[in-house]
């Protein structure tokens, strides 16, 4: 079973900031996508962004100019800082991995952590 340990989730007020961070087995790390994921409560689990193996990004567009998204190669770790929160921001932040040869053929091999939750609100 492979387990990617979410942390750095917690309270904040509006305009505030937090970092999360993913640590992943080295052999998935050195293959697999990364990425972060939220839930809001009521609606679906929808991608907030990504980085490749090769550091290629992409982020949904509420997010853009405020989340960055970066992955240590060393410490198989990668984080999402997240600046200018908002309270639409509150959502379990779930940490994915996936193998983007396998996606591309349609074949699972997601992999995701067990989720932290970001409260916005002041």
């Known amino acids: 079973q492979v387990q990617l340990v979410e942390s750095g989730g917690g309270l904040v007020q509006p305009g505030g900031s937090l970092r999360l961070s993913c640590a992943a087995p080295?052999?998935?790390?050195?293959?697999?996508?990364m990425g972060w994921y939220r839930q809001a409560p009521g609606k679906q689990r929808d991608l907030v962004a990504d980085?490749?193996?090769?550091?290629?990004?992409n982020y949904h567009d509420s997010v853009k100019g405020r989340f960055t998204i970066s992955r240590d190669n060393a410490k198989n770790m990668v984080y999402l800082q997240m600046n200018s929160l908002k309270p639409e921001d509150t959502a379990v932040y779930y940490c994915?991995?996936?193998?983007?040869?396998?996606?591309?053929?349609?074949?699972?091999?997601?992999?995701w952590g067990q989720g932290t939750q970001v409260i916005v609100s002041s």
């Open positions: 994915n991995a996936f193998d983007p040869n396998f996606r591309r053929v349609g074949i699972p091999s997601d992999y």
């Open positions: 080295g052999y998935i790390f050195k293959i697999y996508t």
């Open positions: 980085i490749t193996k090769g550091d290629n990004t």
